[in-house]
């Protein structure tokens, strides 16, 4: 279809071009010089901010992980740093990750595959937060007054400022706290690594709530009234409905909370950090299975001053988080087939 | 009445031949309530109100689960000491007022700051220092993008759709892989001292932003700009004319998202600012708590509280645009 336009266009095209080597072509050319330059005006800072504040950085980034640049070495700047490579080889700081410790105190491997595993642990709130989501958003889109009302109250805690939120938490889920009295179950202080993950993990899931609702709220609201009309008259039931007619119609909508939500989940920080403290900064705080990845990372930096090794942590969690976009958008392709 | 059941459900005929007398009385009750295929004195409007109210109670529990834990840091901002603090459900059962002003608290998570950071006034000036990293950059990276999203959607330039690409594939690049090398480039450039680390970056603008003022211009009709261009006005003019005014929704929503984040940024504050009296309101909440927990718990409340306000004011103002723009985001995929 598109070949036999193609050859259709094609004769016309040629005639055109004859047409356009004549003396207007010079008037075009002042008009398209204009649109050039001022297109290229307005996206220019757009363009330099992303250079210098996006790549540049991942490639001093990148090249720093090569380099044993850390407090220690005062007298080097960044600059003279950046070119540097580390004396004990290409990739020193990324070989320590998989070595284990020689002066046998913890050992980076098990703090980066154990701070690993606690962000991929933390990441199971995705499809819980999904689940509650999808149930909410569908009884708020049922004919009934205030869903707008609930939609906003729902979104407060998405708002709040996570600062805020997770110092609550600390108390709310704190020894002798409020769900410690209510429940009998102690989340954080001389809790087992299980449900201090487990009072991140709802922290999260509650969090979150909100904009993955709002989200498919509007995504069921988007979908085609009258197929949903045809199968109720054809006899299909709320349920049939629901997974047949209306979750392919809104798949796109969580494919795509899916994918932001492990891009962010893998980035998760403030949360643990706040309720825990900071990767380092105490000795309890070396808590693998309570602290993430960027915890990891920024701790390792706040505690040991160890820039080159932290920038090397950040470029495997640029990889994992690639590469973990990548099977998504595999997996999605997929599925269409 | 048996031999009609079986028929609609020919499967279970074989085993059970006779229902017993609670299966009837389930199906009688599910049927009532227009569930299921046995209802026949079922009706559609007695199923509506049922599942209404269930509806109702639902989604008024969940609404309860969002809004009670900032109840209680409200509450819990007016206590008198942690184990009072800690023993909160509704309502503290001694609270500050009975011994000092009803405010001790907020007054107090000033004063403690104070000492902390050896700055005067800290918290306001830690709120002022919040103020300026959310609005400076946030309005100069709002407009600078959407100058890029107007080239983009409205503009036949030769790279275009390089650029665009180019700028897009940036969000693949997650901001803790590269945040110690930015902390060392502003280091270098003696930013950290000061708060140029947390403004200069922002208003380069965004492509986030850009990208989606970019499909809300893509909506708005061209004739506009073609008419401006023969009346011999200048891109400048039609951005600042036309584009500004017609793309103020999206540019709006933007702005307030980014706003928020900006408020609510934690991580950044952390690493690029070194100076105490640059510091944002997240950081200077974070260290009245500090993970010593140093301070009584309820001046941390109260902190989290005053951090927090402003935001859900904001919100309550703008909820319509927010919830909106949120929508719009999602749904242009």
Known sequence: MEKESVTVVSDAAVGEADVQTAPPKKRINKAKLQENLWGWAFVALLLIGTTVFVYISFIMSVMLSFSDYDNMSRGTTFWEALGTINRDGFFANYKIMFEEDIMGSGGQQAAVWGTLLTTVIYLIGIPIGMVLSLFFSVLMTRDIKF?????????????????????????????GGLVENVFGISFIEGATAGWQRAAVLILTVWKGLGGTIVLLVAGLNGVN????????????????????????????????????????????????????????????????????????????????????????????????????????????????? | MT?????????????????????????????????????????????KIFFDIIT????????????????????????????????????????VSEVFSAFYNYSESFTVL???????????????????????????????????AFAFAKLDFKGKNFVFFYCLAAIMVPFPSIMIAQYCFYDSLNWVDGPLAMIIPGCFGAILTAFFIRQY??????AII??????????????????????????????????????????????????????????????????????PQPITMAASVIAIVPILVLFAIFQKTIIGSIMMTGSKE
């Not at chain 1, 998405?158 to 110092?167: E, R």
């Not at chain 2, 104070?114 to 918290?123: C, G, K």
């Not at chain 2, 999206?250 to 991580?267: C, K, P, R, T, V």
């Open chain 1, 147 to 175: 869903s707008g009302g609930f939609r906003v109250i729902y979104y407060i805690p998405t708002v709040s400022s996570t600062v805020s939120i997770a110092l609550m938490w600390a108390n709310l889920f704190g020894g």
């Open chain 1, 225 to 337: 009234e009258s197929h949903v009309e045809a199968a109720d008259i054809d006899g299909a039931n709320a349920w049939q409905i629901f997974w047949r007619i209306k979750m392919p119609q809104i798949y796109p909508t969580i494919f795509y909370v899916i994918v932001t939500s492990v891009i962010g989940g893998m980035q998760i920080y403030a949360e643990p950090a706040l309720i825990f403290g900071d990767w380092g900064s105490t000795e309890a705080g070396k808590n693998v299975q309570v602290t993430p990845f960027v915890g990891y990372i920024y701790g390792t930096y706040n505690a040991d001053g160890d820039r080159a090794y932290a920038s090397a942590l950040g470029i495997v969690l640029a990889i994992i988080i690639f590469a973990l976009t990548l099977i998504q958008f595999a997996l999605d392709s997929k599925k269409e087939k």
């Open chain 2, 3 to 47: 031999e009609v059941i079986n028929q609609n459900i020919p499967s279970e005929a074989g085993e059970t031949q006779e229902l017993n007398k609670f299966q009837k009385a389930l199906q009688a009750f599910c049927g009532w309530f227009g569930y299921g295929i046995y209802g026949r004195n079922s009706s559609k409007k007695r199923k």
């Open chain 2, 56 to 95: 109702y109670i639902i989604l008024l529990a969940g609404a309860f689960t969002m809004v009670y834990p900032l109840w209680w840091m409200f509450a819990a901002s007016f206590a008198t000491n942690d184990m009072v603090l800690l023993e909160t459900v509704w309502w503290p059962s001694s609270t």
């Open chain 2, 114 to 148: 104070d000492r902390m950071w050896n700055v005067e006034l800290s918290l306001l000036r830690s709120i002022l220092n919040t103020l300026i990293y959310s609005l400076v950059p946030v309005t100069i990276g709002v407009i600078v993008s959407a100058a890029a």
């Open chain 2, 217 to 222: 211009l893509y909506g708005l009709p061209t």
């Open chain 2, 226 to 295: 073609e008419a401006a261009k023969i009346d011999g006005a200048g891109y400048w003019r039609i951005f600042w004319t036309f584009i500004i005014p017609l793309a103020k929704p999206a540019i709006m929503a933007q702005f307030i998202l980014s706003f928020m984040g900006s408020w609510n940024n934690f991580l950044a504050p952390q690493l690029f600012v070194r100076a105490n009296e640059w510091k944002p309101l997240t950081i200077a909440v974070s260290e009245i708590s500090s993970s010593g927990k140093i301070n």
